[in-house]
């Protein structure tokens, strides 16, 4: 099926450190939604972006809709334990007939050390 | 608080059965979107529905269907099943077409055996 690439896959960090992960893609997106997943849970959201260039806090993570509407960042500072999951981006995009679906990323499993 | 309710919670089934899953909005949501995600990769967006219709559709066989009911209510279901449908199969709500930012219920875990 159709994901987008997502980098890194996994990192292990110690707790207190920054992390930055980002979603590419070859198609131009005009919505792109950060979610974290537990174990056996549903995604839950994080951060919505809504226009090129948006850069959008929600607590400790900040993500970035990027100018080419190729691309988000999402970053999360200062690190804690319950940081721990997998995070997917998801991109919106919108087809010539005027349906549109959400691409999801591969996802970026993140491990915090104490 | 996600807003979606999913059920069951759990299924397991054997090869060439059929199954139902089910998916409740909260009241006023419009838009109900099913994603297949097998055991560690990724979501696989499966059928979009908004007002009673369907909307879009994914790379899915035929034998992945469902419906929307007038409360926006919406089932999925799965006929002949194979061992590669186990997944968890998530339900996400969003207001309507327009502002269709997707909220996720828990999922529903299918093993097929």
């Known amino acids: 099926g159709q994901q987008l690439n997502q980098s890194p896959q996994s990192m292990f960090i110690q707790e207190g450190e920054d992390v930055s992960m980002n979603c590419t893609s070859s198609s131009i997106f005009n919505t792109w939604l950060w979610y974290k997943q537990d174990p056996g849970e549903g995604p839950v959201l994080l951060i919505a972006l809504y226009k090129a260039g948006e850069l959008t806090s929600n607590g400790r993570l900040t993500a970035q809709f990027g100018i080419t509407r190729k691309d988000s960042f999402l970053n999360i500072s200062a690190s804690i334990p319950s940081d721990v999951g997998i995070y997917f981006c998801?991109?919106?995009?919108?087809?010539?007939?005027?349906?549109?679906?959400?691409?999801f990323g591969t996802g970026t499993r993140l491990k915090v050390l104490a | 608080e996600a807003g979606v309710t999913q059920s069951p919670t759990h299924l397991i089934k054997t090869r060439g059965q059929q199954v139902t899953l089910r998916c409740s909005p909260i009241s006023g949501h419009t838009s109900v979107y099913w994603y297949q995600q097998a055991l560690g990769l990724g979501l696989q967006f499966l059928l979009w529905y908004d007002e009673g219709e369907e909307r879009n559709r994914g790379n899915f066989p035929p034998r992945f269907s469902g419906r929307q009911f007038p409360n926006y209510s919406s089932e999925l279901n799965v006929n002949a099943l194979e061992l590669e449908d186990s997944a968890l199969y998530l339900c996400a709500r969003a207001r309507d077409r327009a502002r269709d930012t997707q909220y996720f219920g828990p999922g529903t875990r299918l093993t097929v055996l």
């Open positions: 998801a991109g919106r995009e919108v087809k010539a007939s005027g349906t549109y679906k959400y691409i």
